[in-house]
């Protein structure tokens, strides 16, 4: 089993969509949670890090299962440039450095 | 954004050239990674630096040799690669040991690398 999984989509949706994405982790003792953004041939951003009580940036939506091990991305109304990949990851425990990147999850928004 | 920046961002090789790459970091942190991203594949943690110290080593093979001469330069040796290291090379610095939520990963542009 893959430490972190995604799907890798790509999820299609027109401008205005809501669209959300989930992503699973194998490890119950990881701790810290982000989502991060990678543009087309572009490093990978960070978009917003996860945290337990779930949290919210303007359109952007992340919540946290601890019980079920998965985050989610919860994108409203969405605009052309969100068109990019969502990339899951999660911070080892065993680690204050160590990231683990899911493969990512491709989003499309059409006119 | 000129916060990590990375050298050169393109560059085509033979398997019996040795070339190097290079990433240079303006934030003040204390850490330095290298990261491989193939295509479709997650990224791949080659190399931490922490405090110009090598503190990770993902079983990377030896045709790949980081070094690390300051904590804001980082460089990638490379020589006699093989066609399947044609990958995109990715550094990334953080600020290790602060408060918590301050240790973000901040990433250069990358340099894509071909090897023929």
């Known amino acids: 089993r893959k430490e972190v999984e995604q799907d890798p989509g790509p999820f299609n949706v027109p401008e205005g969509a809501t669209v959300a994405f989930n992503c699973t982790y194998s490890?119950?003792?990881?701790?810290?949670f982000f989502w991060y953004r990678q543009d087309c041939r572009k490093e990978p951003k960070l978009l917003m890090s996860?945290?337990?009580s779930g949290n919210e940036d303007g359109r952007f939506t992340a919540q946290l299962n601890r019980a079920s091990q998965y985050i989610s991305l919860l994108i409203r109304d969405s605009k052309l440039s969100d068109s990019a990949t969502y990339l899951c990851v999660v911070k080892g425990m065993d680690s204050s450095y160590k990231l683990i990147f899911g493969s990512g999850t491709r989003l499309l928004v059409r006119p | 954004e000129t916060g990590v920046t990375q050298t050169p961002r393109h560059l085509v090789m033979g398997m019996t050239n040795k070339k190097s790459l290079k990433c240079e970091q303006h934030?003040?942190?204390?850490?330095m990674y290298w990261y491989k991203q193939s295509a479709k594949k997650p990224l791949e943690l080659m190399f931490v630096y922490s405090l110009e110290e090598r503190v990770e080593n993902n079983s990377v093979p030896s045709r790949f040799s980081p070094e690390c001469p300051n904590s804001s330069h980082l460089f990638l040796h490379l020589h006699t690669l093989q066609p399947e290291d044609s990958a995109l090379y990715l550094c990334?610095?953080?600020?290790?040991?602060?408060?918590?939520?301050?240790?973000?990963?901040?990433f250069g542009p990358g340099t894509r690398l071909t090897v023929l």
């Open positions: 490890n119950s003792a990881s701790q810290s």
């Open positions: 990334a610095s953080s600020s290790l040991g602060g408060a918590l939520g301050t240790d973000t990963q901040y």
């Open positions: 934030l003040g942190h204390n850490a």
């Open positions: 996860v945290y337990s």
